[in-house]
């Protein structure tokens, strides 16, 4: 199979390359290195997947000339994981948000149009759910009130998902992700944030120390999207989590353990675009992909500060 993978450097882009190359396919990555974080990171996690099936191309979702070279050879699926993440930053600067987010997906979405390309995994986001009291959450629950530019963006993105493959037959597949960590994760994360200043002897920031989240294992999320790329409904939305919340206290006792490293932690108010907990309901996922989530947290936290001791490479 024939794979383009937008966003293939980065977290989960370069895990996904990495197993889809592991099973035979052939990878066409796009990446822009943009400079949300430092760059060299990102190009220290492609140049691990350089191999004769795996081919890639630099540059912005958003340019014509970008995505026909990444369409330059015949494409079965598309893997659309490039975004501009993070909720907090995007109340900072939306418009880039919403022309990231939203034109770079209408921007991929008219390409597998114009070309024929039938498949399409879109990375969606538990933020979509916004401030939704009901946990678990599940995919038929309302989810026309985000909390923030990022979610609106992507609540956008399931939109012009649905409508291209109502209009021209595309069969796409909406992965709503829950808290994704493990080795590679964004530096300004929450584990990886707390789990450097435990090892600094600096204190860890606490926004709302009693919410909780659905923290899910990288490994995990991507055996979700290579399911979602196989399956091949004609269109359906999937939550990828772990269904087991973690309040923030409990994560920092966990991190503790793991480290071996007392942290000193200060508890702060809630910030403008965060949510008060998070909680996936994945019958849906288990019972249409055969999916479930492995990797339990204090096992995937273990995993994750072994990366972070060997140097993060």
């Known amino acids: 199979m024939r794979v383009l993978v937008t966003g293939a450097a980065g977290f989960i882009g ?26 060299a990171r ?51 600067n939306p418009a880039l948000y919403a022309s990231v987010n939203v034109d770079g997906t209408v921007a991929l979405l008219e390409a597998c149009r114009a070309r024929g ?33 990022y979610a609106a963006t992507k609540k956008a993105g399931e939109l012009l998902c649905h409508t291209y493959h109502h209009l021209h037959g595309l069969r796409i597949s909406s992965l709503r992700f829950f808290t994704v960590y493990g080795p590679r994760q964004r530096p300004e994360m929450a584990i990886h944030a707390f789990s450097k200043a435990i090892l600094a002897g600096q204190s860890v920031q606490l926004f709302g120390a009693d919410t909780s989240r659905d923290y899910t294992y990288v490994d995990d999320v991507v055996d979700g999207v290579l399911a979602a790329m196989d399956h091949d409904a004609p269109f359906r939305v999937y939550n990828l989590g772990n269904s087991s919340p973690v309040d923030l206290v ?30 996936a309901d994945v019958s849906r996922a288990k019972a249409e992909l055969g999916w479930a989530p492995k990797i339990p947290m204090d096992e995937g936290l273990a995993r994750f500060a072994a990366w972070l001791r060997a140097g993060e490479p």
């Not at 996904?16 to 796009?30: F, M, N, S, T, Y």
């Not at 979509?128 to 009130?145: A, I, L, Q």
């Open 14 to 39: 370069s895990h996904v390359c990495g197993r889809l190359l592991a099973r035979g396919d052939h990878v066409v990555g796009l990446d822009l290195f943009d400079d949300f974080y430092d760059p």
């Open 42 to 92: 990102k190009r220290r996690s492609v140049a691990a997947l350089a191999a004769d099936r795996f081919r890639l191309v630099e540059g912005d979702i958003r340019d014509p000339a970008a995505v026909a070279a990444a369409f330059g050879e015949a494409v079965d699926v598309v893997v659309h994981l490039a975004a501009r993440a993070g909720v907090r930053p995007s109340i900072a």
């Open 250 to 279: 409990d994560l920092v006792g966990r991190l503790e353990r793991v480290l071996g490293k007392k942290a000193y932690k200060e508890s702060l108010p809630m910030q403008p675009g965060d949510v008060q907990a998070t909680c």
């Open 117 to 149: 390309v039938r498949r399409f995994v879109f990375a969606s986001s538990s933020s979509v759910y916004g401030g939704n009291t009901k946990v678990p959450f599940h995919e038929d629950d309302p989810v026309d009130r985000p909390v923030s530019p």
